[in-house]
């Protein structure tokens, strides 16, 4: 039981560590140009087509899902700068349905250490193009150094009934797990 729970911490930890090199960088267009901000003001509708200022999906990371078939969305994400501790952090979120889908919601829930600083109330979309990005923007907030995941629950309705799928983004705050950092290179465990 230790050595799965060993490997699971290492895959994690791997995943985290990828998608954070992977999703760092980049620059934000601050005209919300066709993406959809979350928050407490209200903003247009965004649109499914991607257009300037968002990230293009090729240089997105793929979210990681336990699921692996029958899913009619896909998820990419992209930090859109280094993650730091008790800084605000940006977080393009791309939902591509691979399939026709008549409504499609998300909604995203901080894991502990995160705080979502904006509300993800109102992602609910209808009839959106399959194949087309949305693109919708998160801000979080680190509250400490550490490994984090932001999930996210999509639910699709399609004539067959209504699937979800539940995405996990991770999010690698200040120093990570100090405490694996400062192992020697040759020690055993996480």
């Known amino acids: 039981m230790r050595t799965y729970i060993t490997a699971l911490r290492a895959s994690w930890l791997a995943i985290a560590v990828i998608a954070g090199i992977a999703g760092c960088g980049g620059s934000p267009d601050d005209s919300g140009g066709g993406v ?34 029958g899913a009619n969305v896909a998820l990419k994400f992209s930090l859109l700068q280094k993650p730091e501790v008790g800084q ?27 705080e979502l600083l904006n509300d993800s109330a109102g992602t609910r979309f209808e009839k959106p193009a399959e194949a087309k990005p949305i693109h919708v923007r998160l801000r979080l907030l680190p509250k400490r150094d550490g490994i984090f995941a932001m ?27 100090p405490e694996l950092a400062a192992k020697p290179a040759g020690s055993k465990g996480l």
């Not at 209200?42 to 979210?63: D, F, I, Q, R």
């Not at 952090?89 to 829930?109: C, G, I, K, T």
């Open 36 to 69: 959809m901000h979350l928050g407490r003001k209200k903003h247009p509708a965004p649109k499914a087509v991607a257009t300037t200022g968002e990230m293009p999906l090729t240089a997105m990371v793929s979210a990681v899902s336990m699921a692996k078939s």
């Open 88 to 114: 605000p952090l940006d977080v393009d979120v791309a939902l591509v349905p691979n399939a026709e889908v008549d409504r499609l919601s998300v909604d995203f829930q901080p894991g502990d250490g995160l």
């Open 151 to 177: 999930g996210a629950t999509v639910a699709t309705q399609t004539g067959d009934g209504t699937s979800t799928r539940t995405f996990s983004i991770p999010v690698i705050a200040g120093e990570g797990l």
